[in-house]
């Protein structure tokens, strides 16, 4: 095939495909169900109802959340959940409050056998948000038994 043939079809393929498309195109939004029968775009629909619906899910939210705020200041001041320690230490004879969830006293520390490090890697193990450590890679014992020819091999 010569050069010039060649250009020449690919300019004839160029003024089909630009002639085609339009066609092609409408027929794609026809069966994606883009645009109905008569050729009217349904998704200018579709938009306006789902912006309808995202409006009245975030209000349905904000109301939601309003009501927790309600609900949370209203039981703050009457129902304490937290259950408390009070230890005194013996050698400053200061009364430590601590938290038996939080684990820490009115000051904010924490005890002197209290590792948090620990805690929060149980916390993270419960969540799911890490995995346990497998042993250290090495050398693997070889277990000796009836079917190994271990004897013949030596």
Not at 122 to 132: A, E, M, V
Request: charged residues 45%; hydrophobic residues 25%; aromatic residues 6%.
């Amino acid at each position: 095939m010569t050069a010039r043939s060649k250009s020449r079809r690919d300019k004839n393929n160029r003024i089909r495909r630009a002639k085609n498309k339009v066609k092609e195109l409408k027929k794609l939004k026809k069966t994606l169900g883009m645009i109905d029968e008569d050729g009217m775009d349904i998704m200018e629909k579709v938009k306006e109802i789902t912006e309808q619906q995202k409006k009245k899910e975030e209000e349905e939210k904000i109301k939601a959340e309003v009501r927790e705020d309600i609900v949370k200041e209203e039981t703050k001041d009457t129902v304490d959940h937290n259950e408390y320690i009070d230890i005194v230490h013996p050698e400053s004879k200061v009364k430590h409050r601590y938290n038996t969830r939080t684990k820490q006293d009115q000051f904010g520390q924490y005890p002197v056998w209290y590792n948090a490090r620990k805690e929060k890697r149980k916390q993270l193990l419960r969540d799911g948000k890490i995995k346990k450590k497998r042993g250290r890679p090495g050398r693997k014992m070889h277990f000796i038994d009836e079917t190994c020819n271990w004897r013949n091999i030596v």
